[in-house]
Nanobody, 127 residues
Framework: QEQLVESGGGFVQPGGSLRISCAAP????????MAWFRQAPGKEREFVAAINASGEGTWYADSVKGRFVISRDNAENLLYLEMNSLKPEDTADYYC????????????????????WGQGTQVTVSS
C-alpha cells in the first residue's frame, strides 16, 4: 500500500490559485511531521513548506512565504498546500513527505530527513 498519494495538480495561469492534497492511507498520519517539496526540470528538489504533527507549527521557504499555506486534517489523514498568486517559477512536480525531525531548523528543508514520499503531482503555471 502506498503511504502517500498526491493529487490536485494541473495547469493554471500566472496569478491564479491551486490547492494540492496528499492522502496518507498507509501511515499513522497524526504522528508525523509533513512537508511539501518541489522539483523543476533540471533542478534539485527544494523545500516548500512544513507542518508539525499537531498542525500548530508551520514553516515556509522564502520564495513562497505569504503566497502558500500548508495545512493538515488529522481526522481525514490529509495534507494540503494552498497556492496563491502563482508564478511561472512555481512550475514543478510537487511531492509530499513524512518525517519526525521537522521541528529542527537544520533538518526540515533536507530531503533525507523524511522517511516517506509520494509519487508527485505536476503543477504548471503558464499563460
Amino acid at each position: 500500500q502506498e503511504q502517500l498519494v498526491e493529487s490536485g495538480g494541473g495547469f493554471v495561469q500566472p496569478g491564479g490559485s491551486l490547492r494540492i492534497s496528499c492522502a496518507a492511507p498507509g501511515l499513522t498520519f497524526s504522528v508525523y511531521g509533513m512537508a511539501w517539496f518541489r522539483q523543476a526540470p533540471g533542478k534539485e528538489r527544494e523545500f516548500v513548506a512544513a507542518i508539525n504533527a499537531s498542525g500548530e507549527g508551520t514553516w515556509y521557504a522564502d520564495s513562497v512565504k505569504g503566497r502558500f499555506v500548508i495545512s493538515r486534517d488529522n481526522a481525514e489523514n490529509l495534507l494540503y498546500l494552498e497556492m496563491n498568486s502563482l508564478k511561472p517559477e512555481d512550475t514543478a512536480d510537487y511531492y509530499c513527505a513524512a518525517g519526525y525531525l521537522i521541528t529542527y531548523a537544520s533538518k526540515r528543508d533536507v530531503p533525507s530527513t523524511y522517511l516517506y514520499w509520494g509519487q508527485g503531482t505536476q503543477v504548471t503555471v503558464s499563460s
